[in-house]
């Protein structure tokens, strides 16, 4: 089954400290771990996709009668302090492995190389009705 797990940047369990703040090594230490998280689950061959995303200020929201020219707005939230900053797409076995993976997400280095305690939302991705795809025909 897939799951979402999704990564919202703000603030953490363990860590105060924004990443702009960090040091350069720091922050590579991060990259370093996310990018190892990676490669760890293309070799079990769980990992269908793994995506940072750009920040709000870069965001548009798209509005549409379907007859008009669509409203696009800057958005969705300039003024917040949390969005959603990436996102892993895992094909497992369980939601307890989702989980699994998702707590060494959230283990991710911070100031010192002490885990940051991410809050990684896991989130089962489902079919459209009437939808026959591989886990469904699995079961």
């Known amino acids: 089954m897939k799951y ?3 990564k919202t940047y703000g603030p953490t369990s363990f ?9 350069p090594e720091e922050i590579q230490a991060h990259i370093d771990f996310q990018r190892a998280l990676g490669a760890q689950l293309a070799e079990s061959g769980e990992l269908v996709d793994a995506q940072g995303l ?3 200020s870069e965001a548009r929201v798209v ?3 379907g007859r008009s020219a669509p409203v696009i707005t800057d ?3 300039p003024e917040t302090k949390e969005f959603l900053a990436g996102y892993w797409l895992v094909d497992v076995d369980s939601p307890e492995r989702a989980c699994e993976i998702a707590a060494q997400a959230s283990a991710a280095p911070g100031p010192g190389g002490k885990p940051i305690g991410e809050y990684i939302e896991v989130r089962a991705v489902m079919g459209a009705p009437g939808w026959r795809g591989r886990d469904a025909t699995e079961q």
């Open 54 to 56: 750009a920040g709000p």
């Open 75 to 77: 958005g969705p939230f």
């Open 15 to 23: 860590c105060d400290t924004p990443i702009n703040e960090w040091s």
């Open 63 to 65: 509005s549409s009668d």
């Open 4 to 6: 979402m797990l999704l």
